[in-house]
């Protein structure tokens, strides 16, 4: 007696835009949400938000950028 077991399918999305571009379109809707709402924490966190995924883009800048010689030094 075999019993067959369905396979879980991953579900495949292609991205259109790079992880840069995704990440600064939503730290730009997260500043005009904050714009737009009340001060309050809902606002602080829309803006925290933003300030997150601008942070994750340089982090993402410098990880992705050519390497650097290091100076050497004399002794």
Not at 13 to 31: N, S
Not at 41 to 55: D, G, K, S
Not at 58 to 69: K, N
Request: proline share 5%.
């Amino acid at each position: 007696m075999e019993i067959e077991v369905e396979k879980k399918r991953r579900r495949r999305v292609k991205q259109t835009m790079t992880l840069a571009e995704r990440l600064q379109q939503a730290a730009r809707e997260a500043r005009d949400m904050a714009n737009r709402l009340p001060p309050g924490i809902e606002q602080a966190r829309q803006l925290r938000r933003a300030r997150e995924a601008e942070a994750i883009v340089e982090l993402d800048r410098f990880l992705t950028a050519p390497a650097r010689s290091t100076p050497t030094r004399s002794r």
